[in-house]
């Protein structure tokens, strides 16, 4: 996969949910966040999501700034590569399609003038960090909260909710409670 179909599965860790008795007491199923759900815990729960990334980027193409996720993904495909000759060529490819002033999908960092060309001679795992925070902050603080009140997520998660209270799911939930209750 290149970076631009990095979809970024188990990047982070899954988020739980902790279900209480009425005393308080931890009950004893944990239950994960799925979907939507978990896509609105937290920008980092969507990403580590392939089908969060996949609507996440849908909605910030419509806002003429999909380059944001691309760029923030390849930064993360870019940290686990190894070799220095493969490390350079993702390094100048990054380079290349997101902060030269050239570059076909140039995000908007500060500093990005600074970060010139000699540094893909030595490049190391994190030599983007800095970048690749200042724009998961940009969407963090802006297109994400955008994100949630868009139809594109709105419409998704009602989708989720019909499959939910369908007549199957409600089957197969029935079905699963007879088994662990006996």
């Given at each position: 996969?290149?970076?631009?179909?990095?979809?970024?599965?188990?990047?982070?860790?899954?988020?739980?949910?902790?279900?209480?008795?009425?005393?308080?007491?931890?009950?004893?199923?944990?239950?994960?966040?799925?979907?939507?759900?978990?896509?609105?815990?937290?920008?980092?729960?969507?990403l580590?999501?392939?089908?969060?990334?996949?609507?996440?980027?849908?909605?910030?193409?419509?806002?003429?700034?999909?380059?944001?996720?691309?760029?923030?993904?390849?930064?993360?495909?870019?940290?686990?590569?190894?070799?220095?000759?493969?490390?350079?060529?993702?390094?100048?490819?990054?380079?290349?399609?997101?902060?030269?002033?050239?570059?076909?999908?140039?995000?908007?960092?500060?500093?990005?003038?600074?970060?010139?060309?000699?540094?893909?001679?030595?490049?190391?795992?994190?030599m983007?960090?800095?970048?690749?925070?200042?724009?998961?902050?940009?969407?963090?603080?802006?297109?994400?909260?955008?994100?949630?009140?868009?139809?594109?997520?709105?419409?998704?998660?009602k989708?989720?909710?019909?499959?939910?209270?369908?007549?199957?799911?409600?089957?197969?939930?029935?079905?699963?409670?007879?088994?662990?209750?006996?």
């Amino acid at each position: 996969l290149s970076w631009s179909e990095a979809l970024l599965p188990g990047v982070f860790p899954p988020v739980r949910l902790e279900i209480n008795d009425s005393e308080g007491h931890p009950s004893s199923s944990h239950q994960t966040l799925k979907g939507t759900s978990k896509w609105a815990t937290s920008l980092e729960s969507l990403l580590e999501d392939p089908e969060g990334v996949k609507r996440f980027r849908e909605f910030l193409k419509k806002e003429f700034s999909e380059e944001n996720v691309l760029f923030w993904l390849a930064c993360e495909e870019f940290k686990k590569t190894q070799g220095k000759k493969q490390m350079q060529e993702k390094a100048k490819e990054i380079y290349m399609t997101f902060l030269s002033s050239k570059a076909s999908s140039q995000v908007n960092v500060e500093g990005q003038s600074r970060l010139s060309e000699t540094i893909l001679e030595t490049p190391h795992p994190l030599m983007f960090q800095k970048l690749q925070d200042q724009i998961f902050n940009l969407m963090k603080y802006d297109s994400y909260s955008r994100f949630l009140k868009s139809d594109i997520f709105l419409n998704h998660k009602k989708s989720e909710e019909q499959e939910e209270n369908s007549p199957e799911a409600q089957t197969a939930a029935k079905r699963a409670s007879r088994i662990y209750n006996t």
